[in-house]
């Protein structure tokens, strides 16, 4: 399913995305905005590259960064989370009509392990989370990683 169909089938629900990222820095946003007439369904993305922001404007717990670290499950989840609730703040919306996205993961060129990748989705009522390894350069990570969440955002539609 490409973006296009997710964001037709997301309008006829009345339903909304939001997303916080971190290891794609705005390339999951821009994959639906970049499609006309997605401002009536995107709400925005918060890029939260530092743990700062991650724990300022997401709200992830400091003590989970310093435990499980950026790029974990955990965060992801949070990040989520933590996304989902600005969006509800933000837009009046009811808890089943946002879905929230969130990507963590280290693209290199260092680091270890390179390529591993969380993903997290929360609608309010279900939250997922999924752990991916990719190869290849930097680029190549963040633009699978893009892929991957557009996947789990179709699997969570289609459900």
């Known amino acids: 399913m490409n973006v296009e169909v997710i964001l037709e089938q997301l309008r006829a629900t009345g339903s909304k995305l939001i997303f916080a990222e971190s290891i794609t820095g705005g390339l999951l946003a821009d994959a639906f905005i970049s499609v006309a007439g997605a401002s009536d369904v995107v709400l925005g993305s918060e ?21 499980k670290g950026a790029v974990s499950a955990e965060v992801a989840a949070a990040m989520a989370q933590g996304v989902y609730a600005v969006g509800l703040a933000s837009a009046d919306l009811e808890p089943g009509k946002l879905i929230a996205v969130a990507t963590t993961g280290n693209a290199g060129p260092s680091g270890s392990p390179l390529g591993l990748v969380y993903l997290a989705l929360c609608d309010g009522s279900k939250k997922k989370t999924r752990e991916v390894t990719f190869e290849g350069n930097r680029e190549s990570i963040r633009r699978q990683t893009v892929q991957a969440a557009v996947e789990l955002i179709r699997e969570h539609l289609n459900r």
Do not use: H, I, Q
């Not at 890029?47 to 435990?67: H, I, P, Q, R």
């Open 47 to 67: 890029v939260t590259y530092a743990n700062e922001l991650k724990a300022a404007l997401l709200g992830v717990d400091e003590e989970l960064l310093e435990t």
